[in-house]
T-cell receptor
């Protein structure tokens, strides 16, 4: 079993829909990252969380440390949100940027 | 403010050769980390450098090595290339600190094909 599990693996939505991507992890962590990867490979860091909730524009990320679970929400989705969304954790016993990654969620938003 | 620059963007090598990839971090960032992405294994951590010292290393064979220079630029080297080394190699920079890293800023990656 992977230390970081994401669901769903693939998600297709219509423009305007509310989207939720889930991430569960099995180890104690000091931080969790949500990343976005577009075709071609470039990765953008969306959020880094250690507790609570963060919001940036139409994106919201939450984390529940006790339940070892995080969610990424996209409100009013748009075709430009189509990308792979990756959850990554920094285990408690590590430091720096030794991240463990989920397999990613492929999101397609149709107009 | 310039972003993270990786060179080369694309390269093709043959088995047994070696390759060197370069990463120039954002000005002022002291931490550079490297990751390998393949269709089968996904993203995996290779190593991290902070102030010219390797701070963390992932579970990769000794053929994978790296270094960081005094200007924070980093290089990674893969010797005796194997077909399975074909991947997208990404680097990320962050301000870094003795305790942790903070937000990561990724480069566009170097796509290596081994024939």
């Amino acid at each position: 079993k992977n230390e970081v599990e994401q669901s769903p693996q693939n998600l297709t939505a219509q423009e305007g829909e509310f989207i939720t991507i889930n991430c569960s992890y099995s180890v104690g962590i000091s931080a969790l990252h949500w990343l976005q990867q577009h075709p071609g490979g470039g990765i953008v860091s969306l959020f880094m969380l250690s507790s609570g909730k963060k919001k940036h524009g139409r994106l919201i990320a939450t984390i529940n440390i006790q339940e070892k679970h995080s969610s990424l929400h996209i409100t009013a989705s748009h075709p430009r949100d189509s990308a792979v969304y990756i959850c990554a954790v920094l285990p408690e016993e590590t430091s720096g940027s030794r991240l463990t990654f989920g397999e990613g969620t492929q999101l397609t938003v149709n107009p | 403010k310039a972003g993270v620059t990786q060179t080369p963007r694309y390269l093709i090598k043959t088995r047994g050769q070696q390759v060197t990839l370069s990463c120039s971090p954002i000005s002022g960032h002291r931490s550079v980390s490297w990751y390998q992405q393949t269709p089968g294994q996904g993203l995996q951590f290779l190593f991290e450098y902070f102030s010219e010292t390797q701070r963390n290393k992932g579970n990769f064979p000794g053929r994978f090595s790296g270094r960081q220079f005094s200007n924070s630029r980093s290089e990674m080297n893969v010797s005796t290339l194997e077909l399975g080394d074909s991947a997208l190699y990404l680097c990320a920079s962050s301000k870094g600190s003795l305790q942790g890293t903070g937000e990561l800023f990724f480069g566009e990656g170097s796509r290596l094909t081994v024939l």
